[in-house]
């Protein structure tokens, strides 16, 4: 079948102005600076440890301190594969952290298809006769099926069941949806994959690491999302809401661990986020300027 979109990734008006403009790209990009800071506060917590000590053990050992720890706090330098796998070994965790792909995918350029796909490729189910119906495979899939409280991603955007997921694979998978309908200018899939990204926002901020570099994740989304700036206009986000589910812990992603409702006798549904713009007809607005109009008539006859 021929191709009808152009395979480059869709261009957003800021990178065009770079371009006319021949800005220069910086040399560290924000998102590894927020992948430097999420990576640094989650080593800190799990080794218990300050950052000097933390780098100390695991970076230093027996060599002459070079003061990276001190480049690192500054933003003068990130964290890289290298010191990630030295940080593991002292705070579990660590390079699974540096490696999510939701760092990368906050980039504010144009990412193209395969790009996307080789990021996500790691959740990819192998199993073909799986994968037409569970696409998606992440690390704690087992563990949670013994729990049961496994939620089953029924398709490749089934991006309802990836909020309820609520992990920072699944959140990673979101926000790769999102980027691959920007680069192919899928507007619909852009919308819902936003919409359900800023649903599982108050999820991921709940998490060590995330929690003390929240403002920070929340401006380079909205910078990402507002690269489609129909998507962007499309709904507001009520940060009110936002913040309860971040803070009470006592509200649960999986329904079935949720409070039933005493009237209904169903689980107790989320709390809504997501703000809706209105879309008023056209006679509607004919309606409302004609109305405007004899009300100022009315006005200067009762002035004169």
């Not at 300050?50 to 100390?56: C, N, R, T």
């Not at 999102?178 to 919308?191: I, P, Y």
């Not at 713009?277 to 109009?293: F, L, M, N, T, Y």
Request: with cysteine.
């Amino acid at each position: 079948m021929k191709r009808i979109l152009d395979p480059s990734p869709q261009k957003a008006l800021g990178d065009l102005i770079k371009e006319l403009t021949g800005e220069k790209r910086v040399r560290i990009q924000d998102w590894r600076r927020l992948q430097t800071k999420v990576v640094l506060s989650f080593a800190q917590s799990q080794a218990s440890m300050s950052l000097p000590d933390l780098a100390a053990a695991s970076i230093y050992g027996s060599r002459t301190k070079s003061g990276l720890h001190e480049k690192w706090a500054g933003g003068q330098a990130t964290v890289s594969p290298g010191s990630a796998k030295r940080l593991d070994r002292v705070a579990p965790g660590s390079l699974e952290c540096f490696e999510l792909p939701l760092f990368p995918l906050l980039a504010q350029e144009p990412i193209s298809e395969p790009e996307i796909h080789e990021r996500l490729e790691p959740y990819r189910r192998q199993d073909s006769s799986i994968r037409a119906f569970l696409p998606w495979r992440f690390p704690d899939e087992v563990e949670r099926l013994k729990r049961r409280d496994y939620i089953p991603v029924m398709s490749v955007t089934d991006t309802s069941n990836l909020f309820l997921y609520g992990t920072p694979h699944s959140f990673s998978v979101l926000l790769g949806l999102a980027r691959l309908a920007e680069s192919k200018g899928d507007l619909m899939l852009h919308v819902a994959a936003f919409r359900d990204i800023y649903r599982a926002l108050p999820f991921l901020l709940r998490r060590q690491g995330f929690r003390e570099h929240r403002d920070e994740l929340i401006e380079q989304l909205d910078r990402v999302r507002s690269r489609v700036p129909l998507s962007a206009s499309l709904f507001d986000v009520d940060w009110d809401v936002v913040s309860r589910q971040e803070t009470d812990t006592t509200i649960e992603l999986c329904r079935w661990k949720r409070p039933r409702c005493p009237a209904t006798g169903r689980f107790v549904d989320l709390e809504e986020p997501i703000l809706e713009a209105e879309i008023i007809p056209g006679q509607e607005v004919k309606r409302r300027r004609d109305a405007s109009a004899k009300r100022r008539t009315q006005r200067r006859k009762a002035s004169s």
